[in-house]
């Protein structure tokens, strides 16, 4: 039996979804915001290079790795201090370079403009400015003391990165746009301050002791009622206050300065984002550094792009078309949840490369209607993490053209357990189906070879990842792929009829959309037909045919 995947014809929702509306690589549909190259919607299977494997040299032993894994991206640094050795010397090899290399193995590439801010400092940030701490003056901490961090304060830092990344939008632009090679660029990297929650130079006090510029305030007013929580709360406790300095508006307190120091950090980002985007409009974000339990601003790096100060690096950068989480801690589902706010285009840009990321993939792309996903470090990926990796990206090759199509209408959905400790079952309702996930973390007895696991590892007591994504046909046809899980169908609700599988069949899509039948699974491999078991270990994907009784 053939389905054929064709793409059915997406219907563009008016408007944007608070992405820059004269963006023509992005589309909205239905809510749900798709990255689009060369006219077609697009999932990233990518990753992030290592931050010095970033030039074509070092790449060159990698890109076969890449192609094995099924990655069809990557995400790699643009370095400043590479590209403008000395001022106005522009020096586009390294930039060439991983595009031509690229191309040879059909893969897109994301940039990452290392530019005034690599996690908080200003390490890329070429000789020329470094050295000139009187022209490019830096942050400050309490002392006071300068630290290795440019200040968003300063006029001249701002030109100098804006003259980059000008020049290097306007060379991507020449020597690309016919190809799209180049599919996004993040502006910036994990933005934010360290050791205090606000700089504390002279530039900086001045400004916190000045008014909340108009346009925070108009946009506070125009969101009122959907800001983030915590913002919302400061603004409306203090008395919703439409003028006055940050302490009257937002009260006094670190959670204040953090405030003050997003819209400046924020509004620098944004200016670099624009003066690029004015050279070529591809769609430009920023990524964040996110919170250890317990920190403080300044112990984490203070003010980033964070969920509870989205509004702020909104409404101070709206040529930022998204912002998104660099993910490393195990609870990966609730970080990735948080990004999922109205208007925000949903993009992973970094993400622990651990055997889990295989079925993070799945959350992302099948729950979070993700862009893209990109562990990091992947030219250091390697055992059982790579293996699944590949295979993960494997399955959603396959399923690329049924999630694009299939998201906006509600028709997916995936999950994965909570953190490292829970396995509770999961509930997803689609449709007329109501299925009950529950999974299998630790290794099974039929892996006692170490198909993936070495012995070693299992006598540890080493749990395997576990997840799946599924999408609805019809209420009578469903897709489940994934690994280490078992699912029990039922109608919402637990109303009669009971939901009996009529048929489940194991196999995959070709590159045309075709279905290739593998085996048809039942007796053991269904729990003796009441159940869908997708085995530990290895991904799988069943095509399930429902009946009511
Ligand atoms: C997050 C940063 O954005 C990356 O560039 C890298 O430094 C990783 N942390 C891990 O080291």
């Not at 050791?195 to 000045?210: K, L």
């Not at 959309?513 to 799988?540: E, K």
Request: net charge negative.
């Amino acid at each position: 039996m053939k389905l054929i995947l064709a793409l059915t014809a997406l219907a563009v929702a008016a408007g944007c979804v608070g992405l820059s509306a004269d963006i023509p690589h992005l589309q909205n549909v239905e809510g749900v915001a798709q990255l689009v190259v060369d006219g077609r919607p697009m999932l990233l299977r990518a990753g992030e290079l290592d931050n010095s494997s970033g030039e074509p040299e070092v790449m060159a032993k990698s890109w076969k790795d890449f192609a094995e894994m099924n990655l069809n991206a990557v995400v790699t640094p643009v370095y400043w201090e590479v590209i403008e050795p000395s001022e106005g010397a522009f020096d586009w090899s390294s930039v060439d370079g991983v595009i031509d290399a690229a191309r040879e193995y059909n893969m897109r590439v994301v940039f990452l403009w290392f530019g005034s801010w690599k996690n908080s400092m200003s390490c890329y940030a070429p000789g020329w400015v470094k050295a000139d701490t009187k022209r490019f003056p830096r942050a400050m901490v309490p002392g006071p003391r300068p630290i290795e961090m440019l200040s968003a304060f300063s006029g001249e830092c701002l030109k100098a990165d804006e003259t980059a990344f000008t020049a290097l939008m306007r060379h991507i632009k020449e020597y690309d746009a016919d190809k799209s090679t180049v599919v996004m660029v993040q502006v910036e990297n994990e933005v934010g301050m360290v050791e205090t929650e606000r700089d504390r130079s002279p530039e900086a006090d001045a400004a916190f002791a000045g008014p909340v510029p108009q346009a925070l305030i108009d946009s506070l007013k125009a969101r009122r009622d959907s800001l983030a929580p915590k913002l919302r709360a400061r603004w409306l406790e203090n008395g919703e206050k439409t003028s006055g300095t940050w302490e009257e508006v937002f009260g006094k307190g670190s959670a204040t300065e953090e405030i003050f120091m997003a819209w400046y950090f924020a509004l620098y980002a944004g200016k670099v984002a624009a003066a690029g985007k004015a050279e070529y409009a591809l769609p430009m974000y920023t990524n964040a550094a996110l919170i250890r339990p317990g920190a403080e601003p300044g112990q984490y790096p203070s003010a980033g792009p964070l969920p509870h100060l989205y509004d702020v690096w909104r409404a101070a950068a709206p040529a930022l078309d998204f912002l998104s989480p660099d993910i490393y801690f195990t609870n990966f589902t609730d970080w990735a949840d948080a990004y999922r706010i109205p208007g925000n285009a949903h993009f992973i840009p970094e993400t622990l490369r651990s055997p889990v990321a295989s079925v993070n993939a799945l959350y992302a792309f099948g729950q979070c209607g993700s862009m893209g996903f990109s562990p990091y470090g992947i030219n250091f990926i390697s055992g059982q993490a790579r293996e699944l990796l590949g295979q993960s990206y494997d399955l959603v090759r396959q399923l690329e053209p049924l999630i694009l199509s299939r998201t906006p209408k509600g028709d997916v959905a995936a999950c994965v357990p909570l953190g490292p400790e829970q396995r509770a079952p999961r509930r997803i309702d689609l449709g007329g189906i109501r299925m009950l996930v529950t999974f299998q973390t630790v290794i099974p007895p039929s892996l006692a070879d170490g198909v993936v696991v070495s012995g070693e590892a299992r006598n540890a007591g080493a749990t395997i990842p576990a997840g799946c994504i599924v999408i609805r046909l019809s209420d009578e046809e469903i897709l489940v792929g994934g690994m280490g899980v078992t699912v029990l169908f039922s109608a919402p609700g637990g109303r009669a009829p009971a939901v009996g599988l009529k048929s489940v069949e194991e196999g995959r899509f070709d590159g045309a959309g075709n279905w290739i039948h593998h085996a048809f699974l039942n007796g053991d491999q269904t729990n003796q037909g009441r159940q869908v078991m997708l085995p530990a270990g290895r991904f799988s994907l069943q095509k399930v045919s429902l009946y009511r009784y």
